[in-house]
């Protein structure tokens, strides 16, 4: 019994590989891959260049902290987060870096990101709700949706973790109204990006 539920299992693995293989999702996942490392090299050659030639960032950074407070910070990133990602994650990461409880406030930004996902993925249902506006999404996200559709589970876990912008892919989950427990399941994955993110960052600032 216990062979041929390892084998049944060998053969799900199996065919799963062939379906994503077929469909192009380790290509997918590879260029993403790609595209991802240029942009992490510019952000860290931006702050370098920057710091050394312009301005001291780490004193930029502690002034933001001095100014703002908080909550203002967190809820423009919430805000970016639920909108298409507007603002890019690593800003914000740098930002807590500088703050006066790093992982703290780390860990409240990656609680923003997840949520800001959810609020997208409702985005995502009301869409749905309104016919005109569906059409123009769908058109707009065509490529997200799509992949959705094939890869369900496997493309979340893909936005979550990779510089792709994680409110289209949730917005895209819930126009096809992805199993919203799974998805939430598949979003935690967002917190390993930014605690990866800030090992490297942090040192940077």
Partial sequence: MKEKAKSKKKSRIRLLHQYYSYTGFYKFV?????KAVLPILLF???LWGI????LDIEDMLVTITETYAPLEVLSIFFLSESLLGLVPPELFIAWAGKSASPFLYLSLLATA????GVVSYFIGIAITKIPSVKEAMEVKLAIHIKNTRKWGGFLIIVGALLPIPFAMTSIAAGI????????LTFGLLRFARFYLYALVIFEMV
């Fill in 51 to 54: 710091d050394h030639y312009l």
């Fill in 176 to 183: 096809i109204k992805f199993p919203f427990t799974s998805y």
């Fill in 113 to 116: 990101s997840y949520l800001g």
């Fill in 30 to 34: 590879w260029n993403s891959l790609k």
């Fill in 44 to 46: 860290v050659g931006a």
